[in-house]
């Protein structure tokens, strides 16, 4: 199995890490790539979008090298029904609708998760912070928030996997998640089961 991580801006080796350790941990074989090109992504089996700058990414993502672009191979990918999952912009990225942030920075969305999302959501006074959420089939996960988004509005086919306050921050529509904060983090305390999760949708 190869497992590819968007790699052109943001937590690119976070997740390198985390993936791989998660992979270790379920017994399956393969490989976890970081990529900043076209031609890896659309040979593999599932792809993560990591944090950063929203508006960078999705620059970069729909920048044609070679006349192909890693947007439409995760596409592509997406329906082929291959698991993509994005965390903080890389969630953003996901989303069907943005928020007048997203629309007055004219950013490229792949529009893969029918939901609305606001960026930066939380604020100025708590940019960044951690608070254990209960996270629908994994448990009680320590989330990390940092200038996260969250969404707002949620489509029909969209299953709520957590919530904040008043603010849905994981969300699944068949092989796409998405997540508000930083899983890949949680790496540090030897905590992968959210990658786990996420691996477990090869399958499915
Ligand atoms: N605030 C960033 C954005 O809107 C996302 C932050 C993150 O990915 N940690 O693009």
Excluded: W
């Excluded at 270790?24 to 979008?49: H, N």
């Excluded at 849905?168 to 540090?188: K, S």
């Amino acid at each position: 199995m190869r497992v590819a991580v968007v790699g052109v801006q943001g937590d690119v080796e976070e997740h390198v890490v985390a993936a791989k350790l998660a992979m270790e941990k379920l017994g399956m074989e393969g490989e976890v790539v970081a990529t900043r090109k076209p031609g890896v992504v659309e040979k593999s089996d599932a792809v993560i979008i990591p944090g950063g700058e929203s508006t960078t990414i999705s620059k970069l993502i729909f920048r044609e090298v070679n006349g192909k672009t890693i947007a439409e191979e995760i596409l592509t990918l997406a329906e082929e029904g291959k698991p993509i999952m994005g965390t903080c912009a890389g969630l953003i990225l996901l989303s069907k609708h943005g928020d007048e942030q997203v629309e007055k920075t004219k950013t490229k969305l792949l529009g893969l998760l029918d939901v609305k999302i606001r960026r930066n959501a939380f604020g100025r006074q708590r940019e960044s912070f951690q608070v254990p959420l209960e996270f629908k089939g994994v448990g009680v996960v320590e989330a990390i928030f940092i200038r996260a988004p969250a969404i707002v509005e949620v489509g029909g086919g969209v299953e709520i996997l957590a919530k904040f306050e008043d603010y849905v921050v994981a969300a699944r529509q068949d092989n796409v998640l998405g997540l508000a904060f930083h899983p890949e983090l949680n790496v540090e305390f030897g905590d992968t089961r959210v990658h786990e999760y996420f691996l477990n949708m090869v399958e499915c």
